[in-house]
């Protein structure tokens, strides 16, 4: 069973940063895909960033140029560094593993339980 856990959550200023980290486990022997997505309260879950094992990245308008995505294929553990906050950031951040190989098969998707960012002054 594939295991994600965020942490770096909290709150924060806007134009403040946070570094969000999410580590899989679960006899994982590679991730295909690692991401993340936020959800605002009454509004739909929505990428963030994704970031392929080779390092290939992608990003959402409206965080380019402000929030960088990385992976550590070693610890099998994707961040995203958040910086010039603001108010509209606020969500719950989940992180996302697609094509997961694990010693007892593949798992097509996997979601960590979400790490909550708030922006405000």
């Known amino acids: 069973q594939v295991q994600l856990v965020e942490s770096g959550g909290g709150l924060v200023q806007p134009g403040g940063s946070l570094r969000l980290s999410c580590a899989a486990s679960?006899?994982?022997?590679?991730?295909?895909?690692m991401g993340w997505y936020r959800q605002a309260p009454g509004k739909e879950r929505e990428l963030v960033a994704i970031?392929?094992?080779?390092?290939?990245?992608n990003y959402a308008d409206p965080v380019k140029g402000r929030f960088t995505i990385s992976r550590d294929n070693g610890k099998k553990t994707v961040y995203l560094q958040m910086n010039n906050l603001k108010p509209d950031d606020t969500a719950v951040y989940y992180c996302?593993?697609?094509?997961?190989?694990?010693?007892?098969?593949?798992?097509?998707?996997?979601w960590g339980q979400g790490t909550q960012v708030a922006v405000s002054s």
């Open positions: 996302h593993a697609q094509g997961v190989v694990a010693g007892y098969g593949v798992v097509n998707d996997a």
């Open positions: 679960g006899s994982i022997v590679s991730i295909a895909v």
């Open positions: 970031c392929s094992s080779g390092g290939n990245t």
